[in-house]
C-alpha cells in the first residue's frame, strides 16, 4: 500500500464560526490545525478529495435509515459514481429494527460492509480492540479529517487508531410549549426556583398540567445534567464512574423533588398515558405536559405534534435556556452516528472516497443535507449554512447544544443492559424510586453497581 500521509485531524482555523457550531471546537486546536492543513494542502492533502483516477475497486456501503435517508443516500451513491467512474457502490440498508443485531454477526464473523453506517457505541462493542475496523488515518490523503475537531474524533479513537470518522454529533436542550406556558401565566424556568415555582403554578392551574415531562431513560439524563451542573464533572471518565453513591443519592433526592413539587408526572402517571413516546403521548400533544428535556434532532418531530394537534392546533413551541443548578455548565455531547471502513476491505481507498464525498464534498453534502443529522465536517456546514439547506428549528437546537453542553459521553451509558425497555437499570431504578419502592440511597446504590458492572468494576 502507497504511504499515506496523515492530513490534520482538528478543524482549521480559517473556517467560520458557524461552519464549527456541528462539533464545537478550540482556539488552541484550530490554530494547531490550520498550520497541518496547510502543510498538508501543500503536498495534494484530501482537501481535494483524492485523485479519481487512481481509486477504483467494487465495494459495498451499509447503512439504516427512513425512506428520505435511503433516496439521499442512493443519489448521493450516483453521483459519487459519475465522479468516480471506476469506483461500483452496492448499497445494503433497511430500517434499524434488527439491524445491529444482523450488523454485529457481520462485523465480527468478517462480512461487513466495506463502508458502514455505526452507532458511536459499536466502537466499543465490535471493534475488537481496534481490529474490526480500518485506522482512519492511513487514509488521510483521500479522507479530508481537518474538517473535523480534534475531540470528536478522539471519542472515535482506541489505542491510536481512528475507527470511525463522526457524521454528526447531539445533545439534549430544554423545549417547552409556550402557549401552554402563556395559558398558565407562567414563565419559561431558567433555574431551580423557577422551574420550582413552574410546578406550583401548574398545579393550582388543573393538578394534571405539568410543566416538564421526564421518562425513565430521560430521568438518567436528566441526573446526569445535574449532577454536571452541581459539581463539574464527567458522568464516567477513563472507564471509571466519578460520582459517589452520596452524590448520585443527591441527584435521586432531587428527582423526587421534582415530583412532590408537581414539576414531573411521576412514572406511573406516564405509563399510564399508554403512548409510545412521548411525541406521541397525547398530553404532549395537547399541552398538559409542556416541557421536555430531549435530542436537538428530536426538535421537529415534538414541534409537529402540537402545532399539527387536532383538538389545540398551531400550539408555540420554543427552544429554552439550560436550566441552570450549580456553577458549572451541565450536559453532554455525543457522536448520533459514524462512518467506519472494514478492516478486511480489499478496497479501502473507495470506500475513503464515498465517505469523503458524503461527508466533505460540497456535491455530495448538498445531495445528503441533514438526513444524517447536523453535519460534523465544517465545510458540509459551510456548504448547507450558504445553500440554506436544512431543518432550521434543529439546526439552532444543535448549535445552543454545541456552544453549551461541555462534557462528555462515555460510550458505556448507552449500554443496552443500562438503556433497554423495561429491563435495563435506568428503567428499573428510575420506576421503582418513583413508586416509592425504594429510597434514594437504595436508587443511588443500584445505579452505581449497574453501571460499573458494566465498566466491568
Known amino acids: 500500500m502507497k ?7 482538528l478543524a482549521m482555523a480559517s473556517v467560520t464560526a458557524i ?18 492543513t496547510k502543510a498538508a494542502g501543500e ?9 479519481s483516477g487512481d481509486i477504483s475497486g467494487d465495494i ?13 443516500t442512493e443519489k448521493a451513491i450516483e453521483a459519487f459514481q459519475t465522479k468516480y467512474p471506476s469506483v461500483t457502490v452496492s448499497p445494503e440498508y433497511g430500517a434499524w429494527s434488527g439491524w445491529e443485531e444482523k450488523q454485529s454477526l457481520n ?18 462493542s465490535y471493534s475488537n480492540n481496534g481490529t474490526n475496523f480500518a485506522d482512519l488515518n492511513q487514509y488521510a490523503d483521500i479522507l479530508d479529517l481537518s474538517q473535523f475537531p480534534e475531540d470528536a474524533l478522539a471519542q472515535c479513537t482506541v489505542d491510536g487508531k481512528l475507527m470511525a470518522v ?30 420550582l415555582e413552574a410546578g406550583a403554578k401548574f398545579k393550582a392551574y388543573n393538578e394534571d398540567y405539568y410543566p416538564l415531562a421526564l421518562g425513565e431513560y430521560d430521568r438518567a439524563i436528566f441526573l446526569v445534567y445535574y449532577l454536571e451542573s452541581v459539581y463539574g464533572k464527567n458522568w464516567v471518565e477513563n472507564g471509571e464512574l466519578q460520582y459517589t453513591e452520596e452524590e448520585i443519592q443527591e441527584g435521586m433526592d432531587f428527582i423526587t423533588k421534582l415530583e412532590e413539587n408537581h414539576v414531573i408526572p411521576t412514572i406511573a402517571t406516564i405509563a399510564g398515558d399508554m403512548a409510545d413516546s412521548l411525541d406521541k403521548n397525547a398530553k404532549w400533544i395537547n399541552g398538559v405536559y409542556a416541557g421536555i428535556y430531549e435530542w436537538d434532532s428530536s426538535a421537529s ?28 455548565d451541565g450536559g453532554f455531547t455525543k457522536i448520533s452516528m459514524a462512518f467506519a471502513i472494514s478492516a478486511k476491505s480489499e478496497h479501502p481507498e473507495a470506500a475513503a472516497a464515498l465517505m469523503n464525498y458524503m461527508l466533505n464534498d460540497p456535491e455530495g453534502v448538498e445531495i445528503i443535507g441533514t438526513e444524517r443529522g447536523i453535519p460534523c465536517s465544517a465545510e458540509a456546514l ?3 449554512d450558504e445553500k440554506g439547506l436544512g431543518n432550521e428549528l434543529v439546526k439552532a437546537a444543535n448549535a445552543a447544544v454545541m456552544a453549551h453542553n461541555k462534557f462528555a459521553l462515555d460510550p458505556k451509558f448507552e449500554h443496552n443492559d443500562l438503556k433497554a425497555n423495561p429491563d435495563g437499570v435506568y428503567y428499573k431504578v428510575f420506576s421503582k424510586l418513583s413508586a416509592g419502592d425504594i429510597d434514594s440511597a437504595a436508587a443511588a446504590k443500584q445505579l452505581t453497581d449497574g453501571v460499573n458492572e458494566v465498566l466491568g468494576n
Open 3 to 9: 504511504n499515506m500521509k496523515r492530513a490534520a485531524a
Open 301 to 328: 418531530k415534538f414541534q409537529k405534534a402540537i402545532v399539527e394537534s387536532t383538538d389545540k392546533p398551531n400550539q408555540e413551541f420554543v427552544q429554552g435556556d439550560f436550566i441552570k443548578f450549580g456553577d458549572y
Open 166 to 195: 463522526p457524521i454528526a454529533m447531539t445533545g439534549r436542550l430544554f423545549y417547552w410549549n409556550k402557549t401552554t406556558f402563556d395559558e398558565v401565566g407562567c414563565d419559561i424556568p431558567t433555574d431551580e426556583a423557577s422551574l
Open 19 to 36: 461552519s464549527l457550531v456541528g462539533c464545537g471546537g478550540s482556539t488552541s486546536t484550530e490554530t494547531t490545525a490550520a498550520a497541518d
Open 382 to 384: 459551510k456548504v448547507l
Open 43 to 51: 503536498n495534494g492533502s484530501a482537501a481535494e478529495g483524492g485523485n
Open 60 to 72: 459495498t456501503f451499509s447503512w439504516w435509515g427512513g425512506d428520505s435517508r435511503h433516496e439521499a
Open 107 to 124: 462485523i465480527l464473523g468478517g462480512n461487513s460492509a466495506d463502508l458502514m453506517q455505526i452507532n458511536w457505541n459499536w466502537i466499543d
